[in-house]
């Protein structure tokens, strides 16, 4: 356990030393150098913010459609119900005219005798 320790501390210090080194290597040398990674900087900037506004377009799309979604849902649940409560209605419509009938059946038997 104590080698795979002393590799991994070993490992770190290897690659901090390579990471400062590299920082001094990069740096420009001239003006013209400087000048073209300024420009590729504000490039990159603006490929950034493009990005970034992609992204909140579709965050913005994403919420509409969730949005238009739910009214969507809320509008079919509702309907649903209506249609529910116009079957339960026609059932009990229906209960009531069968029960009228077999009392005006019942009556006009009894009075036929």
Do not use: C, N, R
């Not at 013209?32 to 900037?45: L, S, T």
């Not at 799309?61 to 079919?76: P, Q, W």
Request: charged share 35%.
């Amino acid at each position: 356990m104590s080698k795979i320790v002393a590799t991994l501390i070993a490992g770190l210090f290897a690659t901090s030393a390579f990471a400062q080194t590299a920082t001094h290597a990069t740096a420009p040398a001239t003006k013209a150098e400087a000048k073209e990674a300024k420009e590729v900087a504000k490039a990159d900037a603006k490929v950034e913010k493009a990005k970034a506004d992609a992204k909140a377009d579709v965050a913005e799309a994403k919420a509409d459609a969730a949005k238009d979604k739910a009214k969507a849902v809320k509008k079919a649940s509702k309907k649903k119900a209506d249609v529910k409560a116009d079957a339960a209605e026609a059932k009990a419509e229906h209960k009531a005219d069968a029960a009228a009938h077999t009392t005006h059946t019942t009556t006009a038997a009894a009075t036929t005798k």
